[in-house]
């Protein structure tokens, strides 16, 4: 059905900056509503972002001004700009489309 592939996990400094991608197969994905979720080592996962098909987008109030979320139709992408990380935003990040379909996740590890 579906496929949809992360990348652009890594390790990075507080204060740093990434950003994830999400490439997605379907003829529907513009209209899809995105999000991203991350799962720390023994937490429950969590949503982080979520972007709509008419481009309105919603965060958790602990990324609020440091992540943004978006898309690019033309390449089938949603994207996950995070700046200013901090340690506790480690976690696995994974894409979601529809609250149905699931990427493999991507680790991002924010540490001195």
């Known amino acids: 059905q579906v496929k949809l592939v992360e990348s652009g996990g890594g390790l990075v400094q507080p204060g740093g900056s990434l950003r994830l991608s999400c490439a997605s197969s379907?003829?529907?994905?513009?209209?899809?509503?995105m999000y991203w979720y991350r799962q720390a080592p023994g937490k429950q996962r969590e949503l982080v972002a979520q972007i709509t098909s008419g481009g309105s987008t919603n965060y958790i109030d602990s990324v609020k001004g440091r992540f943004t979320i978006c898309r690019d139709s033309a390449k089938n992408t949603v994207y996950l700009q995070m700046n200013s990380l901090k340690p506790e935003d480690t976690a696995v990040y994974y894409c979601?489309?529809?609250?149905?379909?699931w990427g493999q996740g991507t680790q991002v590890t924010v540490s001195s």
């Open positions: 379907g003829s529907i994905f513009s209209r899809y509503t």
């Open positions: 979601n489309a529809e609250m149905y379909y």
